[in-house]
């Protein structure tokens, strides 16, 4: 794939240039400051962009601004957040406004670094990539009342891991139980969220959506 990268760290810009680069991926351009993000994305159109949040100019959301100029001017083009932090207001607002090819990993909880490769291939993709703590921040910042209470325990563990963007095989893998079992509890959160005759969008992506406090 293609992409842009954006952080300030110049020993961890040019780790992840090399990282990707070995994984046969073309790095169009490698900046540390949020507004160099942009430009070089109007100037190279990437597939993906990854950047950080606390970037100069400013040191403070910086990155995620302008996470969300991009997905505003090029809306086909994914990005996915590798930050220390979760901003609540910027990630709540990326989320909502159109999950598809947006990521939000947490540096310091990503143990592997195939784990990083896979959330990268999913946004890519047109999925999703979402560490937990960041659902569980962005849940938490919701002053929405909860309209999961129909829900199971366990349909309320499978919704969890649709929102980190995990295929239904991958979540029977993660929680230890059959595909078949998770394609039912699927089925049963579609039903109690009142999405199971919903037509012209993914009830996949509405689930999360609600369940991000959209």
Do not use: C
């Amino acid at each position: 794939m293609r992409l842009v990268l954006a952080e300030d760290s110049t020993l961890l810009r040019e780790g992840l240039t090399r990282l990707l680069a070995d994984e046969d991926h073309e790095v169009l351009a490698a900046v540390g400051t949020a507004d160099q993000l942009v430009e070089a994305v109007e100037q190279s159109r990437p597939n993906v962009v990854v950047t950080d949040v606390r970037m100069p100019p400013n040191h403070t959301d910086d990155g995620l601004r302008a996470a969300l100029e991009i997905r505003r001017r090029w809306p086909d083009t994914g990005v996915l957040v590798l930050s220390q932090y979760v901003e609540r207001r910027y990630a709540g607002r990326l989320l909502a406004d159109r999950p598809e090819g947006v990521g939000y990993l947490l540096k310091d909880r990503v143990a592997q670094v195939d784990d990083f490769l896979d959330a990268l291939d999913r946004v890519a993709a047109g999925g999703t990539a979402l560490d937990p703590e960041v659902v569980r921040q962005v849940v938490a910042g919701s002053d929405r009342p909860d309209p999961f209470g129909r829900l199971t325990p366990r349909e309320r563990d499978v919704l969890h891991e649709m929102a980190q963007g995990h295929t239904n095989l991958a979540i029977a893998q993660r929680l230890h139980v059959s595909q078949s079992a998770v394609e039912k509890h699927v089925n049963a959160i579609f039903d109690k969220l009142d999405l199971a005759h919903t037509t012209g969008y993914s009830r996949r992506i509405l689930a999360i959506l609600r369940y991000l406090g959209t």
